[in-house]
């Protein structure tokens, strides 16, 4: 097959996974937010494990000792991917999805924040617009849920700095989450002790189909990962743009029609700025990286003398 399209469907498959999330975290109650993050995190570690076993890849972890400072950005990754894991958990289960789906919405706007003021990279006037759309929106929406859209803000933040200390780490996908959530996989376990201690652990006491799910959340988490890996090695950076909002769609999909969530008209209003913010956005990259393409292709003139 075609390598791009072979990264169009892995693709399509780590979004349409990632979009129809919501549906299955709503299927670990009644365990609460913590309790289902930490089954995650310690069934994500077996399972990715697992996988380095079979691919006989475990040699790296040696490599990875030997380098400090790269365990310390591991472990600011691990403790942002824990804040956005554990937010996104608790909003699906508290019955706010369409909140957790405007976060990822407008995560590209706060990466595109986050290298202005961490990177400080200059932004094209197109991209100062976006930003300007994205701001207007959120106080649409703060007048709405007469708060911030924290949840929202909270995702959107945790994840675009996920990727940043993911981009300058350059760890492949597998490796990169067995040590993250390596890290995280001690005090999970501690949680999870605790809760059983106590008596009020959900694993193994609601049901045999409730107990294979959790224990099913390590795989569930991994997947997606690998899938949109195996995107982004092929696909062009705009294709893998285009394709990051099926997700949120989904989920917001997920939230209304479904969950019945509601949409109020200030609230589809702060929705549409957002979206208005995406296009603009992504017109803009789009054009500039065609721009970029058709520079590198302009053959530099030879001038009498030049060899």
């Not at 007048?143 to 200390?165: E, H, K």
């Amino acid at each position: 097959m075609n390598p791009v399209r072979l990264g169009y469907l892995y693709g399509f498959g780590a979004y349409l996974l990632w979009g129809f999330f919501p549906i299955y975290l709503k299927l670990l109650r009644p365990a609460g937010p913590v309790e289902i993050l930490a089954h995650r995190i310690v069934w994500s570690v077996v399972f990715v494990a697992l996988l380095l076993a079979a691919m006989r890849n475990i040699g790296f972890l040696r490599a990875l000792a030997r380098r400090p400072r790269t365990l310390a950005a591991i472990v600011v990754a691990a403790a942002l991917i824990a804040v956005n894991w554990g937010t996104y958990i608790y909003g699906v289960n508290s019955d706010r999805v369409v909140e957790t789906a405007l976060g990822y919405f407008i995560n590209p706007l706060v990466v595109v924040l986050l290298g202005v003021f961490v990177l400080r990279e200059r932004l094209r006037p197109a991209q100062w617009a976006a930003l300007g759309v994205g701001a207007a929106a959120v106080v649409v929406l703060t007048v709405d849920y007469g708060r911030l859209p924290y949840l929202a803000l909270t995702l959107a933040f945790s994840f675009a700095g996920y990727g940043l200390v993911k981009k300058r780490l350059g760890l492949p996908a597998a490796e990169g989450l067995f040590v993250e959530s390596a890290v995280l996989a001690l005090p999970a376990l501690a949680y999870l002790g605790w809760l059983a201690w106590r008596g009020e652990s959900t694993f193994g006491h609601v049901s045999l189909g409730h107990t294979l799910l959790l224990v099913l959340a390590g795989a569930a988490t991994a997947v997606p990962l690998l899938l949109f890996a195996g995107a982004a090695n092929r696909l062009p950076l705009s294709g893998l743009g285009m394709l990051q909002y099926l997700a949120p769609i989904l989920q917001l999909g997920c939230g209304v029609l479904i969950f019945h969530e509601p949409m109020p008209p200030a609230r589809l209003a702060g929705f549409a700025l957002v979206w208005v913010a995406l296009m603009v956005f992504t017109v803009d990259a789009v054009r500039h990286t065609r721009r970029t393409r058709a520079a590198a292709r302009t053959p530099i003139p030879v001038t009498a003398g030049t060899r």
